[in-house]
């Protein structure tokens, strides 16, 4: 029997149990890609223009990866983004054919990621929708697929919170379910020295302390630094060629 049937046809059955529950919200959080406004390690590596293009291609990548998601009616998408003042954002949204958009604000990235989940939350209430799992995610991941994103709302049905670890120890996506929204939890945003290595193990210890029940997705690689673009360096010239970086 051909496997990619058998897979295809698991896809579709996890995919119509989805929408039998409560439709999430996946916002993704992403920087302008512009010189010096993105990929700071990585424009000391390959200089600040190359990093910009690939932080493009990557964030085109993943929107293009939840615009699967909504587009099957499994959840509804938000961008929250950095680096540009709210006209500009919305300006940009319109062309990507994005509807809700705004920027993350001040801050560390706990602070900003809080403020997604507070505003994310307040929004569906004073709409009065179903205050519904919210996850986040990031635009540093060119593998990152629209199987990883079921996986994660599948996950979030049955279980408080989720977390897709990096290989860098943090994470490329944060989900937490109703109950840790309604009052927002502030254990994963707080005492976590944000851009190290012990993020994600930090998470995890803070979940267990509040006896979260919780689950972890297939670990990946953000893109950060030169050694993780390694697929796409020349082997002979040792140079990257943005060219060639393709998703």
């Known amino acids: 029997m051909?496997?990619?049937?058998?897979?295809?046809?698991?896809v579709q059955i996890k995919t119509k149990d989805l929408k039998n529950y409560n439709k999430p919200t996946i916002v993704l959080m992403t920087r302008w890609p512009a010189i010096y406004r993105c990929k700071n390690r990585l424009s000391k590596d390959i200089g600040a223009l190359q990093a910009a293009k690939i932080q493009e291609k990557l964030t085109n990548h993943t929107i293009k990866v939840v615009k699967e998601?909504?587009?099957e009616g499994l959840a509804d998408i938000k961008i929250a983004i950095d680096?540009?003042?709210?006209?500009?954002?919305?300006?940009?949204?319109?062309?990507?054919?994005?509807?809700?958009?705004e920027t993350q604000g001040p801050g560390c990235l706990g602070t900003k990621m809080?403020?997604?989940?507070?505003?994310?939350?307040?929004?569906?209430?004073?709409?009065?929708?179903?205050?519904?799992?919210?996850?986040l995610i990031g635009t540093d991941l060119p593998s990152i697929s629209r199987l990883d994103l079921i996986?994660?709302?599948?996950i979030l049905n049955h279980k408080e919170m989720v977390l897709g670890p990096s290989t860098d120890g943090g994470y490329w996506l944060i989900g937490l379910a109703n109950k840790l929204l309604n009052p927002l939890c502030i254990w994963?945003?707080?005492?976590?020295?944000?851009?190290?290595?012990?993020?994600?193990?930090?998470?995890i210890r803070l979940a267990a302390l509040n006896q979260i029940n919780y689950q972890l997705l297939q670990t990946k690689n953000d893109v950060d630094n030169i050694i993780d673009l390694s697929p796409w360096l020349d082997s002979n010239t040792f140079q990257l060629s943005v060219s060639s970086y393709q998703l």
């Open 2 to 10: 051909n496997l990619r049937l058998i897979t295809m046809d698991l």
């Open 151 to 154: 996986e994660a709302i599948q």
């Open 188 to 203: 994963p945003f707080s005492g976590i020295s944000w851009g190290t290595k012990q993020v994600l193990e930090k998470t």
């Open 69 to 71: 998601i909504q587009k």
């Open 114 to 135: 809080k403020r997604q989940f507070l505003k994310t939350h307040a929004k569906k209430n004073i709409s009065g929708q179903i205050a519904n799992p919210i996850l």
């Open 83 to 101: 680096g540009i003042g709210i006209k500009a954002a919305k300006k940009w949204a319109t062309i990507n054919k994005i509807k809700t958009v």
